[in-house]
Structures are given as structure tokens and as C-alpha cells.
């Protein structure tokens, strides 16, 4: 069991690394093309607005409320009543999702005037980002299916397909921006138009695979069906629960619309930057041991529940940390060499860098969040994440407005960053008392041995690396070589001193 899930971890891992270097070309090119102003800030909240929704409803609260249900019916119940369950929840969720698009679409303005008031002074800016939204809106229908879809296909086991999917996102942005930009008198709008058909055919690319499973739904809709009725009682919470880091990121930008032009930008790209390690190794682990969770707890074995929490946590710790330290003494490097092309300016650099290395801080929380959360939906508790995640929201907010006068931008970023962390230590405790988790021996030793091999990684990537002024001098070539370079070095520092201080894999091992 515990090879089949660090295979399944491997597998997701691969594919989300492809889709974030597919990510990171989708925003070279998009800094390339468009830089970091008025129309790439537009842009930004027009994407982000469905995106969140996305997470919110179809990642988050859904697919935490549906995959352990499904799980759930597929060990204890027959394929027809799991065929039946399925037909039912794509039912209800096409026809509540249909809804909702037709009102963001109608109320665009709205949502913008809600999620960015600083447009609203700006005529041209808030018009634009209006404009934009009305067609990235339906993204969340597409998307919101394409998750259910993926949630089929990670219960059964098919974990490849779902995270080879958002590659699909990137291709379409990229192609966008290059040929549809040039032929639009707007050219920004392509990126909106980008977005919308990359939800077609990211749904498209996965029905076939569920259709092997023998499970492609024909929807239906019927009030009060008991797999939908549970579904959507475990959703309601679940939708604060589980996206506690998203509301936070929504609040960071409905403030920094207010700040100068470039902030929402800049917010952005560093984000993207955190959400590379999270994608790879956060979103994957979560995606994985939420079915594995769920088994378990659908077998009443209670042991192998606590020790496949464990093993999350110290996965979490032995790649979190490094990343960490990674992101916060390269966040300069990475910014120039991947972003530092035509429009965008070494003083958009400067200012991503700050925010960039605010959110490293909170790379641990955030990845401890998605371990530890999924430890309650599997049991099909989200009233406790919810009475958390309110909890942590109203601390954002209070350090949002604490940091964001001295701070600016940046300190936008590190409220965000502590308000996962304390997420993330509230949950902890909620899983002890619960005695739903019992840490195994070894965390002290495993602690202190992770801690010395990350400072040996600072020390050499603090001494080795040039200054930011001499990679912002230097061509693309030697930037990603310097890079690539440095990155290694760093990683090799890091894993040699973690072997002389007694790490071992049997220590990351899931015992059985």
C-alpha cells in the first residue's frame, strides 16, 4: 500500500510538473507580451474571480464533499448504486452551476466593483476587467465538471489524467497570447478567450476516460436523493474549509487594487512562483491521500488512518522546508530569469521579490492545510475546518490591515502567509483532540536533522549566488543556466547534509 501511494504521489507529482513549467512559459509569455499594468491588473481579476470559484466549489468544498462519498459507496456498495450516485451529483451540480453562470455573467460589473472597489475610479480598467470577466466566467462550468470527472478518476485509481488536465489551460493561454492577441483590438482580451476554451477542452479530454470506467453520467435530477442531500451537507462548511488560503488571496487583491498600478501583478507572479512546489508535491500529496484517508476510514481502521497522516506531515517537512528556503534567497534570480523580458521592468521584479519571498513563509502551512484538512473530510467532518477557517480569515484581515501601510504590496503577502500558518496549527490541535491522529516516534530527530541540512542549503545559495543587479545584466541563456545551476547545488547541499545528519527513507516510510 504504501508503494502504491508513493507511486501515485510520483504520478501526479510528474504530470503537475509538466503543467507548472507549462505554467511558467504561460507567464513568461504573458510578461513578454502584455508586462505589468493596467490591462495585465484587469486581466488578473478577471481570471481570478472564476479561478477562485473554481477552487472554492470544484477543487475545494466539491471534491472534498464528493470523493470521500464515492469512496465510500464504491467499498460498500454495488457499481449500479455508484453509477446511480454519479448520474444524480452531475445532475444537480450542471444545473446549480448553469445558474451561476448566467448571474456572474449578467452581474460582471458587480463582481468586479466587489472583488477590486479600486477599479472602480479607474473608467477604463474597471470596463476592460468587466469585459474579460463576462467570458472567463463559464470557465467555471467546464472546469467545475472536469473536476467531478477527476474526482471519478482519482477514487478508481486514475490519478495521471486529472493531473495532466490543467496542462491544457496553459497551451490555450499561451497560443492566446501569441496568435489570437495580435488580431484583437483589445490584444489583453485574447487571455479571457484563452481561458474559456481551455474549459471546453479540458472536460472534453476526460470523459473518455470515465466512460471506460463505465461511470460517463447521464445527468438527472432528483430532490432529495441521499448521496446528493450528504453531498451537499458536507459542501456547505467545506466551501470555507477547504479554500480558507483562496478567500485570503481574493481579500489580498481587493486591497491591492487600491494600491499603485503593478500591485495585483506583482502579487500574482510571485504566487505562481509559491504555487510551484504546491502544485507539484502539495496539490499531489493531498490529491492522493484524501482517497487513501477515506478508504481507511470507510474500513474502520483507525491505526492506518493516523499513520497515513503521519507520513503526509513528514513529507510535508522534509520537502517543504528546503522549498522554503529556496524560494526566499532565489526570489530575485527566478523572477529575472523568468519574467524580466520585454514589458516587465527590473523594478517589477524588485516588487514580485518582496511579496514572493513573503509568501515562501507560509509554504509549510499552506501544504500542512491540504494534509490536515483532508484528515476531516475523509471522516466527513467539515464543521470543523469551517469554525477554523472563519477563525483564520478574520486574522488575515486584521494583519492585512496591519501590514499593508508599512508593507505595502508585500505585506499583503506575509498576512496571507501567517494566516496559513495558523490554519494550519489550529487543525493540528482539532486532529489530536479528535484522537483521529497520533504522531509516530522520530519527529524530534526528524525535525532538527531537516533544520541543519536547510541552513547548510541557505549558507551556500546565501554565499554562492551573484547579486541581483548581475543577473539582471546578463542575457536568458545565462540567466536559466545560473539558475538551473544554483538550484542544483542548492538541492545536493541540502540532501548530502540531510544523509550526514541520519536521514534515511526508512524514516519517510508508511509502516503497514
Known amino acids: 500500500m504504501a508503494k502504491n501511494l508513493?507511486?501515485?504521489?510520483?504520478?501526479?507529482?510528474?504530470?503537475?510538473?509538466?503543467?507548472?513549467?507549462?505554467?511558467?512559459?504561460?507567464?513568461?509569455?504573458?510578461?513578454?507580451?502584455?508586462?505589468?499594468?493596467?490591462?495585465?491588473?484587469?486581466?488578473?481579476?478577471?481570471?481570478?474571480?472564476?479561478?477562485?470559484?473554481?477552487?472554492?466549489?470544484?477543487?475545494?468544498?466539491?471534491?472534498?464533499?464528493?470523493?470521500?462519498?464515492?469512496?465510500?459507496?464504491?467499498?460498500?456498495?454495488?457499481?449500479?448504486?455508484?453509477?446511480?450516485?454519479?448520474?444524480?451529483?452531475?445532475?444537480?451540480?450542471?444545473?446549480?452551476?448553469?445558474?451561476?453562470?448566467?448571474?456572474?455573467?449578467?452581474?460582471?460589473?458587480?463582481?468586479?466593483?466587489?472583488?477590486?472597489?479600486?477599479?472602480?475610479?479607474?473608467?477604463?480598467?474597471?470596463?476592460?476587467?468587466?469585459?474579460?470577466?463576462?467570458?472567463?466566467?463559464?470557465?467555471?462550468?467546464?472546469?467545475?465538471?472536469?473536476?467531478?470527472?477527476?474526482?471519478?478518476?482519482?477514487?478508481?485509481?486514475?490519478?495521471?489524467?486529472p493531473a495532466f488536465t490543467p496542462t491544457f489551460l496553459n497551451v490555450c493561454m499561451i497560443a492566446a497570447a501569441l496568435w489570437l492577441a495580435p488580431q484583437m483590438d483589445e490584444p489583453i482580451t485574447a487571455l479571457a478567450w484563452g481561458v474559456f476554451i481551455a474549459g471546453v477542452v479540458q472536460l472534453a479530454f476526460q470523459l473518455p476516460y470515465v466512460w471506460k470506467l463505465g461511470l460517463l453520467p447521464r445527468p438527472r435530477f432528483r430532490r432529495g436523493?441521499?448521496?446528493?442531500?450528504?453531498?451537499?451537507?458536507?459542501?456547505?462548511?467545506?466551501?470555507?474549509?477547504?479554500?480558507?488560503?483562496?478567500?485570503?488571496?481574493?481579500?489580498?487583491?481587493?486591497?491591492?487594487?487600491?494600491?499603485?498600478?503593478?500591485?495585483?501583478?506583482?502579487?500574482?507572479?510571485?504566487?505562481?512562483?509559491?504555487?510551484?512546489?504546491?502544485?507539484?508535491?502539495?496539490?499531489?500529496?493531498?490529491?492522493?491521500?484524501?482517497?487513501s484517508l477515506s478508504e481507511k476510514h470507510a474500513q474502520a481502521a483507525p491505526e492506518q488512518f493516523s499513520r497515513t497522516v503521519d507520513w503526509g506531515l513528514r513529507w510535508v517537512v522534509v520537502l517543504g522546508l528546503p522549498a522554503t528556503v529556496g524560494l526566499v534567497l532565489l526570489a530575485g534570480p527566478m523572477l529575472t530569469t523568468l519574467f524580466q523580458y520585454g514589458e516587465f521592468s527590473g523594478q517589477d521584479v524588485v516588487k514580485s521579490s518582496y511579496s514572493l519571498m513573503a509568501y515562501a513563509l507560509g509554504l509549510c502551512g499552506f501544504i500542512m492545510v491540504k494534509v490536515l484538512a483532508a484528515g476531516f473530510y475523509a471522516r466527513q467532518n467539515t464543521r470543523t475546518p469551517v469554525r477554523i477557517a472563519v477563525i483564520c480569515m478574520v486574522i488575515n484581515m486584521v494583519l492585512n490591515v496591519l501590514f499593508v501601510f508599512p508593507l505595502a504590496h508585500a505585506g499583503l503577502a506575509l498576512a496571507t502567509s501567517l494566516a496559513a500558518l495558523a490554519n494550519a496549527t489550529l487543525l493540528y490541535r482539532a486532529l489530536r483532540r479528535a484522537e483521529a491522529y497520533h504522531p509516530e516516534p522520530g519527529w524530534a530527530a526528524l525535525g532538527w536533522r531537516v533544520t541543519v541540512a536547510s541552513v547548510a542549503m541557505a549558507a551556500v545559495l546565501w554565499f554562492g549566488t551573484a547579486d541581483l543587479e548581475a543577473w539582471q545584466q546578463w542575457g536568458a541563456a545565462q540567466r536559466a543556466g545560473q539558475l538551473l545551476l544554483w538550484v542544483t547545488v542548492g538541492a545536493l547541499a541540502y540532501a548530502v547534509m540531510a544523509l550526514l545528519c541520519g536521514v534515511r527513507l526508512r524514516h519517510l516510510r508508511l509502516r503497514t
Open 6 to 161: 508513493f507511486k501515485s504521489i510520483s504520478t501526479v507529482g510528474g504530470m503537475t510538473l509538466i503543467s507548472r513549467i507549462l505554467g511558467f512559459m504561460r507567464d513568461m509569455v504573458i510578461a513578454r507580451v502584455f508586462g505589468a499594468g493596467a490591462g495585465t491588473d484587469a486581466f488578473f481579476v478577471a481570471f481570478k474571480i472564476p479561478n477562485f470559484l473554481r477552487r472554492l466549489f470544484a477543487e475545494g468544498a466539491f471534491s472534498q464533499a464528493f470523493v470521500p462519498l464515492l469512496s465510500e459507496y464504491k467499498t460498500r456498495r454495488e457499481h449500479a448504486k455508484v453509477r446511480d450516485l454519479v448520474a444524480h451529483v452531475s445532475g444537480a451540480l450542471g444545473a446549480i452551476l448553469m445558474l451561476v453562470t448566467v448571474v456572474g455573467v449578467v452581474a460582471a460589473p458587480l463582481l468586479i466593483a466587489l472583488f477590486a472597489p479600486g477599479f472602480i475610479d479607474e473608467e477604463s480598467k474597471f470596463d476592460l476587467a468587466t469585459d474579460m470577466l463576462r467570458v472567463t466566467f463559464p470557465y467555471l462550468l467546464f472546469v467545475s465538471l472536469t473536476a467531478l470527472a477527476g474526482g471519478i478518476l482519482n477514487t478508481y485509481g486514475k490519478f495521471a489524467v
Open 225 to 291: 436523493h441521499e448521496g446528493v442531500s450528504r453531498i451537499l451537507k458536507l459542501m456547505l462548511p467545506a466551501i470555507f474549509g477547504s479554500s480558507v488560503a483562496q478567500i485570503n488571496l481574493l481579500f489580498d487583491t481587493l486591497i491591492a487594487s487600491f494600491l499603485v498600478t503593478g500591485s495585483v501583478s506583482w502579487l500574482y507572479y510571485s504566487d505562481r512562483l509559491v504555487e510551484f512546489p504546491l502544485g507539484v508535491f502539495g496539490v499531489a500529496l493531498a490529491t492522493v491521500i484524501l482517497p
